[in-house]
C-alpha cells in the first residue's frame, strides 16, 4: 500500500509530539511541518518546513495533523478541506461552535476522513476501561468522575480552561457513559485573566448517569484521572500514570462492628491492572494513518462528535443549561 503523505501544520507543544512520531511512523511518508515561526524546537528532521500552509499544499500531501492555535483552526480547516486533504484537528475542533459548524459543513459531503484529536481516547487505561465497563464487569452504572487540574499553563492565550481541558472530559464522558442530556456548572476567574480557569460541573447522561467534571488551572498539583462507580464496584484510570485500578466490592463482612460501620460492608478486593501501554498519540496516528487507508477503525473522534463536545463547552461556560 502506498504511503501517506502526512504533514504537520504548527510546532507547538502538541504539533512537535506530532512531528516526533510521525517522522518514524510505519505506513507514512513524512513530508514536512509548516509553522510561520519555523522548526523554533528542531525536531523536524526528516522533509521541508514550510512557512504557509500554501506552500506546504504545493507538496502535495495527502493528510496533515492541525495543531495551529484554536482560532486559527477554522481558516485553516476549510484551506485543507477545499485542498482535498485528509485532517486530524487538535481539540477543540474550532474556537466556537459556530466554526466549528462550518468546518463539519466543508468535510461533509467529501470522501475525506476528517477527525478531531481527543488523544485522551487512545489513553491505555481508558481503553481498557471502556472495554471492562462494556464486558459487564461494574454491572450498571451509577455515576462518573472526572478530575483534571494543574497549573496555568502559559502557552494557552486564546481560550479557557473549559474549552483547553474541559472538552478532554466532556469527550470521555460522551464516550463511556452516553450523551449529556443535563449539566449545570460553576466556573471561576481567579487569574486576571478574560477566559475561565476553573469549572465546576454535575449533570447527567441520556443512561442516567450522574457526571461531575472537576476542571482547573489554579491547582499546584496535576491530577488526571477517571472514576466510574457500578452496582459491582469502581474503575478508577490515572491517565497521567495510565494505570487501571478495579476497586470491587466485597462479599463478606468484618467481624470487627467499628471498622465495619467506618469502611461499610462492601469494601472487597483492589486490584491494578496490567496492559500493553503505547503513548496516546501514537495510537492517534495509527488510526488515522488506517482510516485513511479505508481499515475498520475504533477510537477516531468524528468532527460532529467534536462539535457537541464543543457545544457542551460552551453551555458550561454559559451556567446552568
Request: with cysteine.
Amino acid at each position: 500500500m502506498t504511503p501517506v503523505r502526512l504533514a504537520v501544520i504548527g510546532l507547538g507543544m502538541m504539533g512537535r509530539h506530532h512531528g516526533r512520531i510521525a517522522q518514524t511512523l510505519d505506513g507514512v511518508d513524512f513530508i514536512g511541518a509548516a509553522d510561520p515561526q519555523g522548526d523554533q524546537h528542531r525536531v523536524i528532521h526528516r522533509g521541508s518546513v514550510f512557512l504557509n500552509i500554501p506552500d506546504l499544499l504545493s507538496a502535495e500531501i495527502d493528510a496533515a495533523v492541525l495543531a495551529v492555535p484554536t482560532h486559527l483552526h477554522h481558516e485553516a480547516a476549510l484551506q485543507l478541506a477545499d485542498a482535498g486533504v485528509h485532517v486530524l484537528i487538535e481539540k477543540p475542533l474550532a474556537e466556537s461552535a459556530s466554526d466549528a459548524a462550518e468546518i463539519v459543513s466543508a468535510f461533509e459531503n467529501t470522501n475525506l476522513i476528517a477527525a478531531v484529536g481527543h488523544v485522551e481516547r487512545c489513553n491505555p487505561a481508558l481503553g481498557e476501561m471502556q472495554k471492562r465497563i462494556h464486558s459487564g464487569q461494574l454491572g450498571p452504572i451509577f455515576s462518573i468522575s472526572t478530575v483534571r487540574t494543574g497549573p496555568f499553563p502559559a502557552r494557552i492565550t486564546d481560550v479557557g480552561v473549559v474549552k483547553d481541558l474541559a472538552t478532554h472530559d466532556i469527550d470521555i464522558i460522551r464516550w463511556l457513559a452516553g450523551e449529556i442530556e443535563e449539566i449545570h456548572s460553576v466556573t471561576k476567574h481567579k487569574m486576571g485573566r478574560q477566559h475561565e480557569d476553573l469549572v465546576l460541573a454535575v449533570g447527567k447522561t441520556s443512561h442516567d448517569v450522574a457526571l461531575v467534571m472537576q476542571v482547573a488551572w489554579i491547582s499546584p498539583f496535576k491530577q488526571r484521572s477517571v472514576t466510574v462507580l457500578g452496582e459491582r464496584g469502581a474503575l478508577q484510570a490515572d491517565l497521567l500514570t495510565s494505570d487501571l485500578t478495579f476497586f470491587e466490592n466485597g462479599h463478606t463482612s468484618s467481624e470487627w462492628e467499628t471498622i465495619q460501620q467506618m469502611r461499610g460492608v462492601t469494601e472487597g478486593n483492589v486490584t491494578r491492572y496490567a496492559f500493553p501501554k503505547k503513548e496516546p498519540i501514537l495510537i492517534e496516528l495509527e488510526r488515522f494513518r488506517d482510516a485513511i487507508n479505508g481499515k475498520p477503525v475504533d477510537g477516531l473522534v468524528s468532527l460532529s462528535d467534536g462539535l457537541k463536545t464543543l457545544q457542551i463547552a460552551e453551555k458550561l461556560i454559559g451556567g446552568n443549561k
